[in-house]
């Protein structure tokens, strides 16, 4: 697999937002910054906020776009473009409503399943072939309930096992980068 020059977390600006299931992608990049020591630098021009890591002496750039959902893509592929980046190259973290809270997956490409953020993305980077870390949320039970659940907040207990599978995430971050994802995934699928 190709190493990874940019991880991705996708989220809603805003407080209202903030501690929302769909911005777990979001909280996956804070958690990230703040485990490598990095601060996250609002850039303009990326429509987000970004920080520069060197992951095992290889540069990466962690990202957390500052667009709704429904526009990832323009604030992904504009870094993409800028560092030349190509979709390989990208892990993007998202909120995944058919895993159960807690459970976390990697997966390299595939189709967006719905999910808004990954949409935009394959749209503006004219690609499938990006990586994906997938951060189990669970499902409301029914589609008419999605909305409101992804933009509501998680039950305590839900929470706290959605942080450990950030942890869980952050683990294996160096085999992701390092183009190393066979390693990742023993680790991450284990049951």
């Not at 979001?26 to 609002?42: E, M, R, V, Y």
């Not at 998202?94 to 993305?121: M, Q, V, W």
Request: hydrophobic content about 35%; proline content about 4%; some cysteine.
């Amino acid at each position: 697999m190709t190493a990874i020059k940019l991880i991705a977390g996708l989220g809603n600006p805003g407080a209202e937002y903030a501690k929302t299931r769909h911005n777990v992608g979001a909280w996956f990049i804070l958690a990230l910054a703040d485990s490598l020591g990095q601060s996250l630098k609002k850039e303009a021009k990326f429509h987000g906020v970004i920080a520069k890591a060197s992951i095992d002496g290889h540069a990466c750039f962690l990202f957390s776009p500052s667009t709704y959902m429904n526009e990832s893509g323009l604030a992904i592929s504009a870094v993409a473009r800028f560092y030349k980046i190509t979709p390989e190259e990208i892990l993007v973290v998202h909120d995944e409503l058919d895993y159960p809270a807690g459970t976390i997956r990697f997966k390299s490409g595939g189709g967006h399943g719905g999910h808004n953020g990954l949409r935009n993305t394959i749209d503006h980077l004219s690609s499938r072939e990006f990586q994906r870390l997938r951060i189990g949320i669970d499902h409301p039970g029914h589609k008419d309930k999605v909305t409101p659940y992804v933009l509501g907040e998680p039950s305590k207990h839900d929470k706290t096992r959605i942080v450990a599978s950030i942890d869980d995430g952050i683990n294996v971050i160096s085999d992701l980068i390092c183009g190393q994802s066979e390693k990742a995934m023993r680790f991450l699928h284990q049951d």
